[in-house]
C-alpha cells in the first residue's frame, strides 16, 4: 500500500508563486516516478510535469519556463516550484505515483488533490 499526500495549495495572486509538495509513504520501494497533474472545473485532466527515478523530467508547455519539478528522496518527497502564476493555472492539483515515468498519465497511486487559485 502506498499513500501520497499533496500539500502547500492556496490563494496567490497573478504573478505569484507557491511551491506544492508530495510526500510518499508505504510500500514505496517499487516506485520510482512521480508527477503532478492538474483538473481545472470544465476542463480533462492533465499532466503538468513528471519526475524518473534518473532524474529525467517532463514538462507539459504550459508549465515550461515557470514550473520546477525536484525531487528529495532522502525525504521521499516531491516539490513543484510553480512562478509566474496565471489565472489559468487555477485548478486541483493532484500528486501522482507509479514505477516508470512514463506511467505517470496513468499512475496508480494518487493523492487527494490541492487547490490551487491565482485571482487577484
Known amino acids: 500500500q502506498v499513500q501520497v499526500v499533496e500539500s502547500g495549495g492556496g490563494l496567490v495572486q497573478p504573478g505569484g508563486s507557491l511551491r506544492l509538495s508530495c510526500v510518499v509513504s508505504g510500500s514505496i520501494f517499487s516506485i520510482s516516478a512521480m508527477g503532478w497533474h492538474r483538473q481545472a472545473p470544465g476542463k480533462e485532466r492533465e499532466v503538468v510535469a513528471a519526475?524518473?527515478?534518473?532524474?529525467?523530467?517532463f514538462y507539459a508547455d504550459s508549465a515550461k519556463g515557470r514550473f520546477t519539478i525536484s525531487r528529495d528522496n532522502a525525504k521521499d518527497t516531491m516539490y513543484l516550484q510553480m512562478n509566474s502564476l496565471k489565472p489559468e493555472d487555477t485548478a486541483v492539483y493532484y500528486c501522482a505515483a507509479d514505477t516508470d515515468i512514463l506511467k505517470i498519465a496513468t499512475a496508480e497511486y494518487w493523492g487527494q488533490g490541492t487547490q490551487v487559485t491565482v485571482s487577484s
Open positions: 519526475i524518473g527515478g534518473g532524474g529525467t523530467t
